[in-house]
Structures are given as C-alpha cells and as structure tokens.
C-alpha cells in the first residue's frame, strides 16, 4: 500500500520569523525537514494501520461480550418479573376469594404469657 502525503508548507512572515529570533523560539527554515522527520515509510505506515486495526478489533470484540452478558442479564430479569407476575396474581386471587374468611377471638386459644 502506497501513501503519498501532500504538504503544503507556508513560510513565517518577516514579522513572525522576527518575533521568533527576538525570543529566542526561531529555527532554521527547511520546508521539508519536518515532513522528512515526521515522514513514514510504508512499512511503518502498515504497521502503524495493522495495529489500529488490532485494537479495533479488541474493541468490538470487548463490545460485543459486553452486550451479550447484558443480554443475559435482560433474560434473567425478565424471567424474575414473569415469576413475580403469577405470584402478585395467585396472592390477589387469594384475598379475593378468601377475604370473607375471619377467625373468631373465641376459637383461638390465648397466647401463653396470658
């Protein structure tokens, strides 16, 4: 895979490269030494994109475990609410139909500190 980077460099004006020299930040003038220094070769280039690609694809796979244990967890609940659902059902049927039902005082032995 080729690359071919385009720059282009513009020089400091007069006023610029003056400040610069005045506090002691100026630096010789070369268009292309940065870009030389900065430049990849393919190899690096390659590498350098092999490695993203690398995290990439740890990411989507952390990713997609994460949303399969939270999928997991969705079932798991879910199953909790349907159970708690025929529970809330069973005990409203049982007040319904056994509400009438009292115990009378007199039938039930006193308690024992009596």
Same mark, same amino acid.
């Given at each position: 895979?080729?690359v071919?980077?385009?720059?282009?460099?513009?020089?400091?004006?007069?006023?610029?490269?003056?400040?610069?020299?005045?506090?002691?930040?100026?630096?010789?003038?070369?268009a292309?030494?940065e870009?030389?220094r900065?430049?990849?070769?393919?190899?690096?280039?390659?590498?350098?994109?092999?490695?993203?690609?690398?995290?990439?694809?740890?990411?989507?796979?952390h990713?997609?475990?994460? %949303?399969?244990? =939270?999928?997991?967890? !969705?079932?798991r609940q879910? @199953?909790?609410?349907?159970?708690?659902?025929? /529970? %809330?059902?069973? =005990?409203?049927?049982? !007040?319904?139909?056994?509400g @009438?039902?009292?115990?009378?005082?007199?039938? /039930?032995?006193?308690p024992?500190?009596?």
């Amino acid at each position: 895979m080729t690359v071919r980077l385009h720059c282009i460099f513009i020089a400091p004006s007069p006023l610029e490269r003056w400040i610069r020299v005045m506090l002691g930040t100026a630096r010789p003038f070369s268009a292309f030494a940065e870009l030389e220094r900065t430049a990849m070769s393919d190899h690096d280039l390659s590498e350098a994109v092999e490695e993203r690609f690398q995290v990439l694809e740890s990411k989507a796979v952390h990713t997609s475990y994460t %949303v399969d244990e =939270l999928n997991s967890v !969705v079932i798991r609940q879910q @199953d909790q609410i349907d159970a708690l659902i025929v /529970e %809330v059902t069973n =005990l409203r049927e049982a !007040v319904m139909t056994g509400g @009438d039902r009292t115990i009378d005082a007199g039938e /039930e032995p006193p308690p024992p500190h009596y």
